[in-house]
DNA sequence: GTGGTCTAGACCACC
DNA sequence: GTGGTCTAGACCACC
């Protein structure tokens, strides 16, 4: 059963869609997997202390996108391809390096700077 | 005169720090030049609604690290040497790139993929 | 016994013709069989839940079409002959079609695909 | 500016859908074209009597089916290119016939003489 | 004003 | 219990 107990929200993205990025995070990390079942709508309500609307919102987002499937009144499962799972992790990386290099430019750091930066802090891939 | 009306907060980080961040962040910006006078310890804290112990723990980093100095009872300005430029710069990049491989390597980024798209994401120099 | 028990009701039609309606379809399923009995006007009522007089008037309706008929005090029983049978089916279709081009034509759709479509759609005859 | 007042629901499908379906009708009759205003969401749901959250749904789900842009702050518009529209032209063409279709063998109604009747009753094209 | 998000709570069908 | 729909009403940013 994939969990959502304790997760905390910022205010400046719309909680349904921090719910579907926790899920995709859980995905790449291979903490959840596919055919895993998903709570209610209620349970997440719940866990989260978040409306039952607005997980009914998060869900519908998530059944939108892919990777997360309704099964009439026998609740939701992790459906995910090999396709699915590039793509978000293509999506969530993208996410990231697109705010770091806007709040990079924004400081006017220097590309180079940056680049020898990152190589010096990744450590051993 | 430098201002920080409008500065909003985050709570990760001790407001002092978050004050001295900004001003550094004008520097590089070229917003703050050297020379410039500072708002009196009861301006900051009007300006951003913090307290006046607050913002005399800032102006007390701020001047520690070496970037404003107070002249006594005329108040204080911003005093920048290009060494201190520079390391300003270096602080301030390698803050935001240390977070950044952070949360990369949190969510198992490729290297690879990462660096690509900055180079992608970065546009012209 | 034929039942009418469960029978919801739209508010586009008397409710007395869709007992009527009712009845011929089953009539035309083979659910209802030449010489069966039909409840009483109360029971009619009771199960539908409509007035005593709204089932008087159905079965009034039913007799003049000539497929129910009243004996006496010994109640009604369902009375078809092969012609009433295609006379039924002849009305129900005509009345099923007659709808069904009238919304057709409403939304101006193509008579060649509205066949082709059907053609497709009805599976073995 | 589309209008949608008078509009009347049945409660057998979403009011969002009904919404939705009812332009999508709109636009095949002609009566509504590329490029034209749709009422703001406060204004649909004046219109109508149905909850502003409603007409959102409804605005989200004509904005996923493509014929309904939102344009930031300026309200929506309708959008159509002719693939939209021959696909809207299908999907309720099929909806039309399905349903026909389905009450047709749920009352044991023959093809020929179905066919039969809607090519006497259809008129000129 | 506009679109969009969220909570609170009711009600529905299906099981 | 499950998913899904809807109303009522607040609040937000953007203009």
Chains 1, 2, 3, 4 share one sequence.
Not at 35 to 62: C, F
Request: charged share 25%; net charge neutral.
């Amino acid at each position: 059963m994939v969990s959502f107990a304790g997760l905390r929200f910022d205010d400046r993205t719309p909680v349904y869609q921090q719910i579907a990025e926790h899920l995709k995070r859980q995905i790449l990390l291979g903490t959840v997997q596919d055919g895993e079942p998903m709570p209610s709508r209620r349970e997440l309500a719940a866990q989260t202390g978040i409306n039952p609307n607005t997980a009914q919102k998060a869900y519908r987002l998530m059944a939108e996108e892919g990777y997360v499937r309704t099964d009439g009144n026998n609740g939701s499962t992790v459906c995910l391809t090999p396709a699915l799972r590039t793509a978000i992790e293509e999506e969530l990386t993208r996410g990231l390096v697109e705010q770091f290099v806007r709040d990079a430019r924004a400081n006017r750091l220097s590309y180079k700077k940056v680049i020898s930066l990152i190589s010096e802090l990744w450590g051993e891939e």
